[in-house]
């Protein structure tokens, strides 16, 4: 990791650095930050009296919440596709003439 790849942010006055080597997928380290810090920022402004901490906890669960929906819809995507599929199998084999 040399340093000039390493970027720095700020979120509600935290600085954090992040090196994009370590992140993973399609996903740029701006749109990352970016997130966060609109999540974080529609927190604070709903509950101005919570601390920065109390803000970074709620987003963090808000965006682990958001994640976990995401990974439940698509194993259930996936589980429709497959069922689907196999009916679709099974109804080819039904009107399909047999093999002489």
């Known amino acids: 990791m040399t340093r000039e790849s390493v970027t720095d942010f700020e979120i509600l006055g935290s600085r954090v650095k992040i090196n ?3 992140v993973s997928g399609e ?25 920065n901490g109390q803000v970074f906890l709620l987003a963090a669960l ?4 958001e994640n976990l929906n995401l990974n439940r819809e698509y194993r259930d995507n996936i589980k429709n596709v497959q069922a689907s599929a196999q009916d679709a199998l099974r ?6 003439p047999t093999a002489l």
């Open 62 to 65: 808000k965006i682990a919440e």
């Open 91 to 96: 109804f080819i084999e039904e009107v399909s």
């Open 20 to 22: 994009p080597d370590k």
């Open 27 to 51: 996903t740029t380290p701006n749109e990352i930050v970016e997130y966060v810090r609109q999540t974080a920022t529609s927190i604070k402004t709903q509950a101005p009296q919570l601390e």
